[in-house]
């Protein structure tokens, strides 16, 4: 009887250890769900990022896409004055560009058009000609004598050999050939148009620009 006492209370002894065990290795099924299962509240919030995130994050803005060529800020030379300006000196305007040379007749005609054009526009704040040297042989003393001699008196300057390289890449080969009488314009927003190659009149001048001119930023 006393074996079997013993050996019942160690049974007994045995069974509590086990129920120790398991109670301690054991966690709830509310522990569990505390421990593991996040709020939907803390799991959208760090999911999901808000709307002006997002805008942010993934929208250029319509500067950033549209850049301005490197020519707008290259440094010019007014023949006339001396004095330093740059393509992005007229932001918010109109910009006729004239690549010419003074030997070319051609270039002649075509700025005696360009005149023309500034007569019938009459005296305006919101645009430019500049007529742009693109002969490397020709500097700004002899360009300064020629705007001179022609009676012209909007901004004219020699372009250097980084514009001009730029200009062909941009505009095309032709673009150097001053007998082709190139002319670009730059619209308020500072997209540039190539017009035509050829000599062109006043009238279409005006026509080619006037949609330019009315425009706003």
Not at 4 to 16: E, G, S
Not at 173 to 194: C, K, M, W, Y
Request: charged letters at 20%; glycine letters at 4%; hydrophobic letters at 45%.
């Amino acid at each position: 009887m006393k074996t079997k006492q013993v050996l019942f209370n160690l049974v007994l002894l045995m069974a509590f250890i086990v129920s120790a065990c398991s109670g301690a290795s054991t966690p709830t099924a509310d522990a569990m769900m505390e421990k593991e299962v996040p709020t939907a509240e803390a799991m959208m919030d760090k999911a999901t990022p808000t709307a002006d995130a997002m805008m942010d994050k993934e929208t250029p803005t319509a500067d950033a896409m549209m850049e301005a060529p490197a020519w707008y800020s290259a440094s010019l030379t007014d023949a006339s004055t001396g004095q330093a300006f740059k393509i992005n000196d007229f932001k918010g305007k109109v910009i006729l560009v004239e690549a010419m040379a003074i030997w070319c007749p051609t270039c002649l005609k075509q700025q005696e058009q360009v005149k023309a054009l500034q007569t019938s526009l009459g005296q305006r704040d919101d645009f430019v000609s500049i007529g742009l040297d693109i002969d490397p042989n020709e500097d700004l003393v002899s360009l300064k004598s020629y705007v001179e001699n022609n009676g012209f008196d909007w901004l004219y300057a020699v372009s250097n050999a980084d514009v001009s390289s730029e200009l062909s890449s941009l505009y095309g080969d032709q673009f150097l050939n001053p007998p082709s009488t190139p002319i670009v314009i730059i619209d308020r927003h500072g997209e540039a148009h190539p017009m035509p190659f050829g000599l062109k009149s006043a009238d279409e001048l005006l026509k080619f620009i006037q949609p330019f001119l009315d425009g706003s930023m």
